[in-house]
């Protein structure tokens, strides 16, 4: 029997891992210098968590999510996160968070998962890398959302392009409804079985079908029909982003496919994904928090796949080499390298050494594959004087020093 990983799951080997370092640490970086805090929540939740948030008519709830337990149980079947937001406005209502303040700024990453056909860069478990920014609704802070995803992607030498679009509100979604439903009623016998009905339980929903795009593509547009509240947070938005000097294009097709969005929606592509080139998207959400239970409030946030930006980032540096590798030129040494290996790390230098008994020249090769910058060699001639031979694994020039010498020397070759 040959074990292997599941099908739409991805293991994260070393090499692969220090580009997701990089990502990482630009990310938290960012989310710092933006004012966001972490938060972290179950990765399983209530099936009508999701129920409720997300909306019964969507992919994910009708399609996507990985749901366990007993129906019958009094409190329901629970299910994977298929996204992190409704995880996230749960945990803020539940901890009466806004009882401390109006507003919070809050960063995540963690795994998601969704039952659909693994493609490239989209797997049944991906890991999500997002912010909410809940209790404001100025849309200064729609437009921060989109500067910080930018400066996240710029930062890992993501080349990518912005469109956005506003939806409008509750105030005239039910007139643009009744418009969307007259162009588009002729159309149905056209149309895909998902959108027909999608046409009866909510017509919006049809602008994100992917099958039947052409066919829809000159259905009236949500922002032609907004309200003047409407049209001047748009105006504001792209006010900001012209003033920050990010670069966008209004895109009528865009419309999420969760049913909590309202105003702002927005989405980042590379072309360094072809044909499925979606990186990260995001709105507002001006009802999900009172639709929970917590205030209303208003709030603006953004999810990214870090599966998909990880395939659109440039090649980098495989992450920071070792300081030291010790090597132990008699077998009998071997516990003396590892004590000043030892000594070494606990100065806050990073090295390696060989746990297998090999030959000296076997160590010298793991020192070279390390990319480690000097090679400690400790031989009985070493070992009598209490000192090490340094070589410099760049220009091979050798000396003996103490371990303090070594220390320093260490140090200053890090820059």
Same mark, same amino acid.
């Given at each position: 029997?040959?074990?292997?990983?599941?099908?739409?799951?991805?293991?994260?080997?070393?090499?692969?891992?220090?580009?997701?370092?990089?990502?990482?640490?630009?990310?938290?970086?960012? *989310?710092?210098?933006?004012?966001?805090?972490?938060?972290?929540?179950?990765?399983?939740?209530?099936?009508?968590?999701?129920?409720?948030?997300?909306?019964?008519?969507?992919?994910?709830?009708?399609?996507?999510?990985?749901?366990?337990?007993?129906?019958?149980?009094?409190?329901?079947?629970? #299910?994977?996160?298929?996204?992190?937001?409704?995880?996230?406005?749960?945990?803020?209502?539940?901890?009466?968070?806004?009882?401390?303040?109006?507003?919070?700024?809050?960063?995540?990453? %963690?795994?998601?998962?969704?039952?659909?056909?693994?493609?490239? %860069?989209? *797997?049944?478990?991906?890991?999500?890398? =997002?912010?909410?920014?809940?209790?404001?609704?100025?849309?200064?802070?729609?437009?921060?959302?989109?500067?910080?995803?930018?400066?996240?992607?710029?930062?890992?030498?993501?080349? #990518?392009?912005?469109?956005?679009?506003?939806?409008?509100?509750?105030? !005239?979604? %039910?007139?643009?409804?009744? +418009?969307?439903?007259?162009?588009?009623?002729?159309?149905?016998?056209?149309?895909?079985?998902? !959108?027909?009905?999608?046409?009866?339980?909510?017509?919006?929903? @049809?602008?994100?079908?992917?099958?039947?795009?052409?066919?829809?593509?000159?259905?009236?547009?949500?922002?032609?029909?907004?309200?003047?509240?409407?049209?001047?947070?748009?105006?504001?938005?792209?006010?900001?982003?012209?003033?920050?000097?990010?670069?966008?294009? @209004?895109?009528?097709?865009?419309?999420?496919?969760?049913?909590?969005?309202?105003?702002?929606?927005?989405?980042?592509?590379?072309?360094?994904?072809?044909?499925?080139?979606?990186?990260?998207?995001?709105?507002?959400?001006?009802?999900?928090?009172?639709?929970?239970?917590?205030?209303? +409030?208003? #709030?603006?946030?953004?999810?990214?796949?870090?599966?998909?930006?990880?395939?659109?980032?440039?090649?980098?540096?495989? =992450?920071?080499?070792?300081? *030291?590798?010790?090597?132990?030129?008699?077998?009998?040494?071997? =516990?003396?390298? *590892?004590?000043?290996?030892?000594?070494?790390?606990?100065? =806050?230098?990073?090295?390696?050494?060989?746990?297998?008994?090999?030959?000296?020249?076997?160590?010298?090769?793991?020192?070279?594959?390390?990319?480690?910058?000097?090679?400690?060699?400790?031989?009985?001639?070493?070992?009598?004087?209490?000192? +090490?031979?340094?070589?410099?694994?760049?220009?091979?020039?050798?000396?003996?020093? #103490?371990?303090?010498?070594?220390?320093?020397?260490?140090?200053?070759?890090?820059?």
């Amino acid at each position: 029997m040959n074990i292997r990983a599941p099908e739409g799951t991805h293991d994260v080997l070393p090499e692969e891992a220090a580009r997701w370092r990089r990502l990482e640490e630009a990310a938290r970086a960012s *989310f710092d210098r933006f004012g966001y805090q972490e938060v972290r929540t179950p990765i399983f939740e209530y099936t009508s968590l999701f129920h409720k948030s997300s909306g019964e008519t969507t992919d994910i709830v009708e399609k996507e999510m990985f749901t366990f337990g007993d129906p019958e149980d009094k409190d329901g079947t629970y #299910s994977l996160r298929p996204e992190l937001t409704p995880g996230v406005i749960r945990a803020l209502v539940e901890a009466n968070l806004f009882a401390r303040r109006a507003a919070w700024k809050l960063w995540y990453l %963690g795994p998601a998962f969704r039952k659909e056909r693994p493609q490239k %860069g989209r *797997f049944r478990q991906f890991t999500q890398l =997002g912010v909410e920014a809940v209790g404001s609704s100025d849309p200064l802070v729609d437009a921060e959302t989109m500067i910080l995803l930018s400066e996240i992607l710029e930062a890992v030498g993501v080349a #990518s392009k912005l469109r956005i679009n506003s939806i409008g509100c509750g105030e !005239c979604r %039910g007139g643009y409804r009744e +418009v969307l439903r007259n162009a588009v009623r002729p159309l149905l016998p056209t149309l895909c079985e998902n !959108c027909n009905k999608r046409f009866e339980r909510n017509v919006f929903r @049809i602008l994100d079908c992917k099958v039947d795009a052409e066919k829809t593509q000159n259905l009236p547009a949500a922002i032609d029909h907004t309200c003047e509240k409407c049209k001047a947070h748009m105006k504001a938005v792209e006010g900001a982003l012209r003033d920050a000097k990010v670069e966008y294009r @209004i895109d009528p097709r865009i419309v999420r496919g969760l049913d909590y969005y309202t105003r702002t929606v927005y989405e980042f592509s590379s072309s360094a994904l072809g044909a499925q080139n979606a990186i990260a998207g995001g709105g507002r959400y001006d009802t999900l928090v009172r639709d929970m239970g917590g205030p209303d +409030v208003g #709030s603006v946030g953004f999810a990214a796949g870090a599966e998909r930006i990880l395939l659109a980032m440039k090649e980098g540096a495989a =992450g920071p080499a070792m300081d *030291f590798f010790g090597v132990a030129i008699d077998e009998s040494l071997r =516990g003396r390298v *590892f004590s000043m290996v030892t000594e070494l790390r606990r100065a =806050g230098l990073s090295g390696d050494m060989d746990f297998e008994g090999r030959s000296i020249k076997s160590q010298m090769r793991s020192a070279n594959r390390s990319g480690a910058r000097y090679a400690l060699l400790i031989g009985p001639a070493e070992a009598a004087q209490n000192q +090490v031979k340094l070589k410099d694994m760049r220009e091979g020039a050798e000396r003996l020093v #103490s371990i303090d010498e070594a220390k320093a020397a260490l140090k200053g070759g890090r820059t």
